[in-house]
């Protein structure tokens, strides 16, 4: 039976970043991904906001150039509202090479990455991983969960769990460089996007093409929102969509959008990306709050570790971290109320007034982070 510090369940950007940080502190580190490899099955757009870029050591070669445009839509995509920033505020990652160097980055300070190994429930400190070879044991101090918004290792702890969930679909591919300034198209129709928004990333090298919303208010499912999206979506005008299927990557996967759970951390172990629902309860992006929530992990862990105190965790509270998110669980209650196209076009009206686009500017530009601190 293999014996180490911390087991990691999940090589998303979560888990990659928290075994890493563990690694560099001397901690032994094991990490354990279903998936095979990490270039596929990705489920993110991978925006990162201008916070992100200028906090975290993200791969300047993966990232796409800067956005500072950003239109949003009512239903039928007339009179749209347009903001522009002074700063840029966006770029889309690459996220397969992101995965991969990061992957890399943590085996470099001595993380054991076990990819295609599915956790399979714990007894104690000793974990059941079933891999290629077939079944092992682990015994760890502690675990953390960072296996996505359905989390397998939140339940065994008998920690919070996802409640609120959206299932989003996106297209990707890339495109010819245009005259147009790299774009974020954001439409609010709830016939294609209840509860939520669709959405087209122009930013002159790939298109990302998407939708989510909630799964049981699609008037034809999610499948078919995307493809009457797709059909029409703005900020494509003169752009070819690939007809082979091979040119086209495909996404999709559960959102959590309830905000940060209360109970993240036992005296066993932590959440941390999606598991944790460590992901914006307004725009649902994950990937700023996912990295700041895995350093507080790590610190916490490494105190507990160091310590051998299991209190510590206790310090890793998610009540008191939710409650810093009031207004954005206001304004994403507002957002799921949007049922209607009238009652769509409407809330943009709104935001063509100086208010309105005051509001608007704050959300999308705004200089708050996910905080990491109660």
């Known amino acids: 039976m293999d014996t180490v510090d911390v087991l990691v369940v999940g090589a998303g950007l979560a888990g990659l970043r928290t075994a890493t940080l563990l690694a560099q502190q001397g901690h032994d580190v094991l990490l354990a991904e279903r998936r095979p490899g990490l270039a596929g099955a990705i489920r993110t757009t991978g925006i990162f906001v201008r916070r992100t870029l ?27 509202v347009t903001l522009v920033s002074e700063r840029d505020e966006y770029r889309v990652g690459d996220m397969a090479p992101i995965y991969v160097k990061a992957a890399a980055a943590a085996a470099d300070v001595g993380v054991r990455i076990m990819l295609g190994t599915r956790y399979n429930g714990r007894q104690g400190q000793i974990h059941t991983l079933v891999g290629r070879t077939g079944t092992s044991r682990v015994r760890a101090r502690f675990v953390v969960g960072a296996d996505g918004a359905r989390s397998r290792v939140a339940r065994d702890l008998g920690l919070d769990r996802n409640r609120h969930l959206l299932i989003g679909a996106e297209e990707v591919y890339e495109i010819p460089g245009g005259e147009e300034p790299p774009t974020f198209h954001c439409v609010l ?24 919303g909630y799964a049981n208010r699609f008037p034809d499912g999610l499948r078919r929102a995307l493809e009457r999206f797709a059909s029409a979506a703005p900020g494509l005008e003169g752009v070819q969509r690939p007809d082979g299927s091979d040119a086209i990557e495909r996404r999709g996967g559960p959102i959590p959008v309830g905000g940060l759970l209360r109970r993240i951390s036992c005296a066993d172990g932590v959440l941390v990306g999606d598991a944790a629902g460590a992901v914006s309860p307004l725009t649902a992006g994950g990937l700023d709050p996912c990295l700041r929530l895995s350093e507080l992990a790590a610190d916490v862990l490494d105190e507990a570790l160091r310590s051998g105190r299991k209190d510590a965790l206790t310090h890793f509270d998610g009540a008191a971290l939710r409650s810093r998110f009031r207004g954005r669980l206001a304004m994403r209650w507002g957002l799921d109320r949007v049922r209607t196209p009238a009652v769509a076009a409407a809330a943009l009206a709104l935001l063509r007034t100086t208010l309105g686009q005051a509001a608007a500017r704050r959300v999308l530009f705004g200089d708050r982070s996910f905080p990491t601190t109660p």
């Open 189 to 212: 129709d709830p016939s294609l996007a209840p509860g939520y928004l669709a959405w087209v990333v122009n930013d002159g090298r790939h298109a990302h093409v998407g939708t989510a």
């Open 54 to 80: 200028d906090d975290f050591p993200l791969p300047a070669e993966c990232l796409g150039p800067p956005i500072r445009r950003v239109v949003l839509y009512p239903p039928g995509l007339g009179g749209p």
